[in-house]
């Protein structure tokens, strides 16, 4: 058993509305997501979960933690004259959390079976932070947090 894959089999928490979370505004993007409407993995494009698995099988969420903290304080020694903002900015570390988190969930795929992933499962209706907080795993925004995590999820496809 790997330990950063998690079984959330009759866990999947999933609703039409968590969709709608892609267009809420944030830092720097006053209508949501730019990728809302323009990539096949994001809504409205994509599909609704239980059109894309299989909910009656094993399914699984894969976690990369990315340790922020240690990251932001190399960039302080850096860049001392950098805003706390700057430190964070996901263009200097996102990129490489994801590779690992792709690798990982190829690894897992093939241990356990899975012929199904989704990078970006709350485009599917997928509530991840309820669904990880059901095996245990507590999910936090981005403001403040030491340790990032990504998660996929895996399964079989419908």
Same mark, same amino acid.
């Given at each position: 058993? $790997?330990?950063?894959?998690?079984?959330?089999?009759?866990?999947?928490?999933?609703?039409?509305?968590?969709? *709608?979370?892609?267009?809420?505004?944030?830092?720097?993007? &006053?209508?949501?997501? &730019?990728?809302?409407?323009?990539?096949?993995?994001?809504?409205?494009?994509?599909?609704?979960?239980?059109?894309?698995?299989? $909910?009656? /099988?094993?399914?699984? #969420?894969?976690?990369?933690?990315?340790?922020?903290?240690?990251?932001?304080?190399?960039?302080? +020694? #850096?860049?001392? +004259?950098? *805003?706390?903002?700057?430190?964070?900015?996901?263009?200097?570390?996102?990129?490489?959390? =994801? /590779?690992?988190?792709?690798?990982?969930?190829?690894?897992?795929?093939?241990?356990?079976?899975?012929?199904?992933?989704?990078? /970006? &499962? +709350?485009?599917?209706?997928?509530?991840?932070?309820?669904?990880?907080? /059901?095996?245990? #795993?507590?999910?936090?925004?981005?403001?403040?947090?030491? %340790?990032?995590?990504? %998660?996929?999820? %895996?399964?079989? *496809? =419908?």
């Amino acid at each position: 058993m $790997l330990d950063y894959v998690y079984d959330v089999t009759g866990n999947v928490v999933h609703h039409f509305r968590v969709r *709608s979370w892609c267009m809420l505004p944030y830092v720097g993007h &006053p209508h949501g997501c &730019p990728n809302y409407g323009k990539q096949d993995t994001c809504p409205p494009s994509v599909s609704y979960v239980t059109d894309v698995f299989d $909910l009656s /099988r094993k399914m699984y #969420i894969v976690v990369h933690e990315f340790d922020l903290a240690a990251h932001v304080e190399r960039l302080r +020694e #850096i860049h001392p +004259e950098w *805003s706390e903002r700057q430190l964070r900015n996901v263009l200097y570390w996102q990129s490489a959390s =994801k /590779r690992a988190l792709k690798l990982k969930s190829k690894k897992a795929m093939l241990l356990y079976n899975c012929s199904v992933v989704s990078y /970006r &499962p +709350e485009g599917l209706g997928v509530n991840m932070y309820l669904t990880a907080r /059901r095996v245990g #795993i507590r999910l936090l925004a981005m403001k403040n947090i030491t %340790i990032n995590r990504h %998660i996929s999820l %895996i399964g079989s *496809s =419908k």
